[in-house]
């Protein structure tokens, strides 16, 4: 029995080393792609860039570094709606990078499309920009220590001999559990963004947008490549699409890609 119990050991061990010996090979892969795909972008071969940028993609790769990798790749190439698919995808997982959205601001510069968007209540607003300030991951943080700091509080108002101690203590820490509120639903709201796949990206030169979905439906407006669209509902090939003025329509779902 306690030879059956050393070689188990034996045998996982030499599996959990097989496994560690996997997945080091694979970075070490993963790490000469990336260098290769940074030479050629770094000598303006942007297709040999892409390529193997997108290999990464293809093997489960996802990084904010990657898209936006790629997005620079496709606009040197002056591929314009890729490279806006691939800034919203950098966006969405990093919001408080100011390099991707200043690049995706400049793409957007090139698209044919200039769509009025419906004006938002100037509160809305606001606190859309505050929640991009950070990503999920430091609102989440920002949460646990405006938690943290508002249980001392207590603590404090808890154990106060002075009645005007424990009113401020209570007050101050009432003011941190809000705020540890707001940061919680801005890190879920931003989590819940960068996994949801309702928006869009227009990717071939042109997209007609019809009243119904079927080909022989009346064209009521074209899309150029580039233009962000959200998507409402989908049936077989087409996608019932809004753009930021408020006008919908279907649209062949093989003209655009989910961000």
């Known amino acids: ?13 030499c599996f959990t080393a097989s496994l560690w010996a996997q997945e080091t090979e694979a ?44 997005a620079n790749a496709y606009y040197r190439k002056g591929t314009v709606g890729k490279a806006i698919l691939y800034y919203e995808r950098a966006l969405k997982l990093d919001p408080a990078d100011k390099d991707i959205r200043n690049n995706l601001e400049m ?7 200039k769509i009025d968007s419906v004006p938002q209540f100037i509160l809305v607003e606001w606190v859309r920009n505050l929640r991009n300030k950070l990503s999920s991951n430091a609102w989440a943080i920002v949460s646990l220590v405006f938690l943290a700091i ?6 404090l108002y808890r154990f106060s001999l002075s009645s005007s101690g424990r009113k401020f203590y209570f007050i101050i820490a009432m003011v941190g559990l809000a705020l540890t509120l707001f ?37 009521i407006f074209v899309l150029h490549e580039g233009t962000k ?21 279907w649209i062949k779902t093989s003209d655009i890609e989910v961000i």
């Open 150 to 155: 508002s249980i001392v509080l207590l603590l």
């Open 27 to 70: 970075s070490r892969s993963q790490a000469a792609i990336w260098k290769s795909a940074e030479d050629a972008y770094a000598v303006g071969d942007f297709e040999g860039a892409i390529r193997e940028y997108q290999s990464l993609e293809n093997s489960g790769a996802v990084s904010s570094s990657l898209f936006y990798n790629l």
């Open 107 to 113: 793409a957007r510069l090139q698209t044919l499309d």
């Open 229 to 249: 669209v959200k998507i409402l509902e989908s049936v077989e090939q087409w996608s019932k699409i809004e753009i930021q003025d408020g006008r919908q329509g």
């Open 1 to 13: 029995m306690e030879m059956k119990r050393i070689l188990l050991a034996i045998a996982l061990v």
């Open 183 to 219: 940061s919680f639903l801005f890190s879920l709201s931003l989590a819940r963004q960068a996994t949801g796949n309702d928006t869009a990206v227009v990717v071939e030169n042109i997209g007609s947008v019809k009243s119904s979905p079927a080909a022989g439906g009346n064209s």
